[in-house]
């Protein structure tokens, strides 16, 4: 359907804000209501039900905060938030060294530059299902080869995914490699669109580089790395389908991440209400971090721009 | 990024040790997707008989099991209608919304409000949304069905798609279309004639993400979809996991085919691939 428009070009400004008011909004309407409907719906929802209590899946009624106080006095939802925090700390911590020191090696001229480039981040487009999959035969302890290249290299075979401590560990490697793509690419990016000429005067012997790298790369890009960072913080936040697919949260509970135990106790238990007061606590916290995401991006994109 | 002149001898030595700590980080980032098709094309006999980084005998018995008793015919087509329309949909209703907010002031500053609430919206985690959504599907009769897949990744993709494409539109100078709407076009005619051919490397980036988010989420698919019938690759996939023996073979295979299309995808449109993967975190 066309919106009956005056085509008028007077000076741009105030003339587009004055004519066919209408228009805008009626542009903005299909989307702001679809998108509206898959979040803002569910989010309140899931707020509602969070004051409720479901048996057998089934509303029984207002709960009153009675969730939230069992969430808050449930021991393995602390540890899900401890293992969580651990996991988000130590994975986002590699990934970002890992993804800086990637991005300054292919930020100059290299032979087979966009070759190397998609490489490197194939593993971050394929579905985190599939990073399951292929870790679970990697990881395997009949067919895998881990445990065959620990022993050639005279070490003990660990079996990644029977024990705790290693099955954790495990999760963080496949995370860093499934996500290390991510933050070298935005760093890539960051790196491309800096002024060349501090580098190019500060390019001397190697000390000098070092310095050149502190006191000259490392804060023009800082605003890059900060929003990189955060991206990355939240999505860890909610990682679930590699965990899902290679420990389902084990052995015991020693991979149990909150959104896993919250699918747990919503799809395995069926207790709704209690799986959404986890969530929306969650959701609380991550807020602030999204927060801070939109602020970061906002003035990359005008800085960078 | 040129080099200044270093004596050649260590010049030479550096580039060296570049090329080899890529070479590495290839390695790392490539070898376990080879493991996976190596898996994939063994006869069970040979997956159990030790390390061996090429396949003895290859045989396409994995992929035909799949495809015979695994369902995967199913899988790939609830995939290829499901992103196929809702793709088609959020790009429609996204792109008029990003022009909306490229190119007027609104009342309230509901156009900043708007495009960081998208923003947000896209940040959300998956497992916060499938709870509440499972709840008001089964209500509505949707659950396990294809529509009510399609419904919901149209509305959470319209999230990405304003964020990016607004920033594409804003790029594309007003005069063009006005020039248009002079000669007689009305706005969304001088939209589709004139600036969207402009914005075409954009909607390309745009579209490459969508079609790639939404092929591979599996959560949502996961929670709200339990047959054949309307489940997706992902979720195909994660089937061959749950038995209690193991099938080695099938599911490396599984995890080839749940891959293929989008590395295929992503050697065919690489230069357009990177801004959408970064989530046009940097323009």
């Not at chain 1, 919106?3 to 702001?32: I, K, N, Q, S």
């Not at chain 1, 679809?34 to 057998?56: D, E, K, M, N, T």
């Not at chain 2, 100078?173 to 914005?199: C, F, K, N, Q, Y």
Request: charged residues 10%.
């Amino acid at each position: 359907m066309a919106v009956a428009e005056p085509a008028v070009a007077e000076d741009a400004g105030r003339a587009w804000r004055l004519r066919g008011a209408a228009t805008p909004y009626l542009l903005l309407a299909p989307a702001l209501l679809a998108l509206a409907a898959v979040s803002l719906y569910p989010i309140f929802y899931g707020i509602r039900a969070s004051f409720h209590r479901y048996r057998y899946g089934i509303d029984m009624g207002s709960a009153g905060t009675q969730n939230y106080v069992n969430v808050y006095h449930d021991p393995v939802f602390w540890q899900a938030v401890k293992t969580t925090a651990k996991f988000v700390v130590i994975a986002v911590s590699i990934e970002t060294l890992l993804g800086l020191a990637l991005a300054l090696l292919v930020a100059r001229e290299l032979r087979f530059a966009s070759w190397i480039r998609v490489s490197l981040i194939l593993p971050m487009t394929i579905a985190p299902v599939v990073v399951g999959v292929i870790w679970r035969l990697l990881f395997a302890s009949d067919i895998g080869i881990v445990n065959p290249l620990f022993s050639w290299f005279g070490l003990a075979q660990p079996n990644v995914l029977a024990h705790g401590t290693s099955a954790f560990l495990g999760l963080v490697a496949v995370d860093t490699w499934e996500w290390t793509p991510l933050i070298f690419l935005i760093l890539l990016a960051g790196l491309h669109s800096m002024p060349q000429d501090p580098l190019e005067a500060a390019q001397v012997d190697g000390a000098g580089r070092v310095q050149a790298f502190f006191h000259h790369t490392l804060p023009l890009l800082k605003p890059v790395l900060l929003v990189a960072i955060v991206l990355r913080t939240i999505d860890a936040v909610g990682t679930f389908d590699q965990v899902f697919v290679l420990t389902k949260g084990g052995p015991g509970t020693s991979t149990q991440l909150i959104s896993i135990y919250s699918y747990n106790t919503a799809f395995l238990f069926t207790q709704y209400g209690q799986a959404m007061a986890m969530l929306i606590a969650l959701l609380a916290c991550l807020l602030l971090l999204m927060a801070a995401a939109v602020r970061f991006m906002r003035r990359t994109s005008e800085a960078v721009a | 990024m040129r080099r200044g002149s270093s004596a050649p001898m260590s010049a030479r030595a550096g580039r060296v040790a570049i090329y080899a700590t890529l070479a590495l980080a290839i390695l790392v980032a490539l070898f376990p997707f080879w493991w996976m098709i190596d898996t994939s094309l063994k006869r069970p006999v040979d997956i159990f008989s030790g390390v061996a980084l090429w396949p003895q005998h290859v045989t396409g018995s994995n992929y035909h099991r799949l495809f015979a008793s695994y369902h995967f015919g199913s899988f790939l087509l609830n995939s290829v209608v499901v992103v196929a329309v809702s793709v088609t949909a959020s790009l429609l209703i996204g792109t008029l919304a990003a022009y909306g907010l490229a190119r007027f002031r609104l009342r309230f500053g509901i156009d900043r409000l708007a495009l960081y609430g998208v923003l947000l919206v896209r940040m959300l985690p998956g497992i916060l949304l499938v709870i509440p959504l499972y709840i008001v599907l089964a209500k509505w009769g949707l659950l396990n069905t294809r529509l009510g897949l399609i419904l919901i990744y149209a509305g959470l993709n319209t999230s990405f798609v304003v964020w990016m494409m607004q920033s594409f539109l804003e790029d594309i100078p007003r005069d063009i279309e006005e020039a248009a709407m002079v000669d007689g076009d009305s706005r969304l005619t001088a939209l589709r004639r004139v600036v969207l051919p402009l914005a075409a490397p954009g909607l390309i980036a745009t579209a490459i993400f969508a079609v790639i988010a939404t092929y591979n989420d599996f959560i949502i698919a996961l929670t709200l979809t339990s047959t054949p019938s309307a489940q997706t690759v992902p979720v195909g996939v994660s089937t061959l996991i749950g038995k209690i023996q193991i099938e080695w073979g099938p599911m490396a295979a599984a995890g080839v085919v749940g891959a293929m299309p989008i590395v295929l995808f992503a050697l065919v449109v690489q230069r357009h691939f990177v801004r959408g993967l970064t989530l046009g975190a940097v323009k």
